[in-house]
């Protein structure tokens, strides 16, 4: 099975989200998408994938975001994905694409529903939030 994440390393959600799925038995494939952003076709596809809309796939905390003039709700969704295109830190991350489904990871923990093995045994994120216990029990 093939699995691709949209990952920002700097970013603790998808370094933990990338562990999980190491975890999983499963090597990624790592999408590195400041460096390498998504194609328009393929952004527009992930966020139709995922359920979200354009505005919930964007990173609003960004000063870019504010710069811009993005919270402006009479913007169209093709001059939000234009941003994103443009700003790809407005991306909110880590997407990850998997047989199962799109997902945008946030919380880390959301990538178990759509991994091929979501048993992947105790987990503790960077933080020391324990996702999933000794037992194998799914805590958040």
Do not use: W
Not at 119 to 127: L, S, W
Request: aromatic fraction near 4%; include cysteine.
């Amino acid at each position: 099975m093939t699995i691709t994440i949209y990952h920002n390393p700097l970013c603790g959600t998808s370094r933990n989200t990338l562990a999980m799925i190491r975890q999983s038995g499963v090597e990624p494939e790592i999408v590195p998408y400041l460096e390498t952003p998504p194609t328009r076709e393929t952004l527009r596809d992930l966020i139709a994938r995922s359920g979200l809309t354009v505005r919930e796939a964007m990173r609003t905390k960004e000063p870019v975001y504010a710069e811009l003039g993005l919270d402006d709700p009479a913007l169209s969704d093709a001059a939000l994905i234009e941003a994103m295109l443009a700003h790809p830190i407005l991306i909110n991350r880590p997407f990850v694409v998997t047989e199962k489904g799109v997902r945008q990871c946030r919380p880390s923990e959301l990538v178990l529903d759509i991994l091929p093995n979501p048993d992947i045994g105790p987990f503790t994120k960077e933080d020391g939030e324990v996702v999933i216990d000794k037992d194998g029990k799914r805590l958040v």
